[in-house]
């Protein structure tokens, strides 16, 4: 893996922003139901390209046709169940990054039956919270350079995390090393690694947790900025993107719904220069 400076990252964050408006890429979604307006519309706030994919066939058209797709395991549909693993077949055998968001794991055995079969298909780009995180990392029987889990993970609560970012981050640098991608862990303060450095990102808005689909529409826009960017600056470039949006959304409303209409207009305004002055701060494992 290549190893990268702040300055470094930081100049390759704000051209992966300017390279995703020059170009609008296409990065189709297979997606949370509840969320698909909201990451659509986030995808192309930042100036990507969205197109919400179910079918089997579609799926495996778009994994030839797109920069990247975005996988997410929400409120799956029994189609599901085929289209996800053809998809990430399609994906592996194209060469073509995707991101996965593993949304749920451990609620019901179709979750874990899909996220095992895609396994092999190694995602770019994995973004979750923290009990997510882990209990894919166990699921994989993936090891670490430390214990996965501890007396303090006690794993999701439907679709929220009950452990700590810190907590997840040998288990994030499993799964990196194991996809040689990334991991994307959302928390109060976000972390990205690549197995081997690790970056904390802070800003955002506690408003960002009273909206439906901030999580989903995250994972959809990494996916737009993988289409430019190899893995570890995408992740950095969506995470930075959305703590900076959240920030300053959250200074003209207190209010969910006004939020959410804010953010994506703060999404729409960045300029590659806000993304890489963004508050992260750089540490190598």
Known sequence: ????????????????VREVRATNPLAPSIT??????????????????????YLPDEGEAVAQASGATYINLGTLLPIYEETIPRT??????AG???VLDPVGIGIGSLRSQLLRQVQPCKPALVRANASEVIALANLWGLEADEEVTDASASGPRGVDATDSVDAAEAAAAAIARFTEGAVAVSGPIDLVTDGTTTVRLTGGSPLMECITGAGCSLGGVAAVFCCVADPFVAALAATATY?????????????????????????????SEDVADAPMKLEAR
């Open 1 to 16: 893996m290549t190893t990268f400076t702040e300055t470094e990252l930081r100049a390759l964050m704000a051209k992966a």
């Open 32 to 53: 949370n139901t509840v969320t698909q307006s909201f990451v659509a519309n986030a995808q192309l706030a930042v100036g990507g390209s969205a197109a919400m994919v």
């Open 88 to 93: 990430a077949q399609a994906l592996a055998a």
């Open 96 to 98: 073509k990054p995707w």
């Open 243 to 271: 703590n900076v949006a959240g920030t300053r959304a959250a200074a003209r409303t207190d209010a969910p719904g006004s939020f959410q209409v804010a953010f994506l207009d703060e999404l729409y305004h960045l300029t």
